[in-house]
């Protein structure tokens, strides 16, 4: 499983969290296991994005999720799994 994939993963569980909070939890060890961690994009330079690109972006994107879920800032989510459809669709 590539990034982006993982990152549609993620979102979905994540969507799905809002009824079951057990799934929002596994969404977030589940990034975590595969390497993804809080401020992940932290230090590294603009051309880091672009080698690799859609696993770089799709990264970042979960690593925004994982430090909306350590800091408790739930808000967060709306926006990012927005951005992150739109990213999964092709729009960025």
Same mark, same amino acid.
């Given at each position: 499983? &590539? ?6 993963y ?6 799905? =969290?809002?009824?079951?909070? &057990? ?12 390497? *993804? $961690?809080?401020? *992940? $994009? +932290? ?13 770089? +972006?799709?990264?970042? %994107?979960?690593?925004?999720? *994982?430090?909306?879920?350590?800091? &408790? ?8 799994i927005n951005? =992150?459809?739109?990213? %999964?669709?092709?729009?960025?």
């Open positions: 499983m &590539n990034r982006r994939e993982q990152l549609a993620v979102v979905g569980l994540i969507d799905y =969290s809002s009824r079951n909070s &057990n799934s929002l939890k596994f969404a977030i060890e589940f990034a975590k296991d595969n390497g *993804i $961690h809080k401020d *992940i $994009h +932290v230090g590294k330079e603009e051309y880091w994005f672009d080698q690799d690109r859609d696993n770089r +972006v799709s990264e970042w %994107l979960m690593g925004q999720f *994982i430090t909306g879920y350590e800091d &408790n800032n739930y808000i967060a989510y709306n926006s990012t951005i =992150s459809m739109s990213f %999964l669709n092709g729009i960025y």
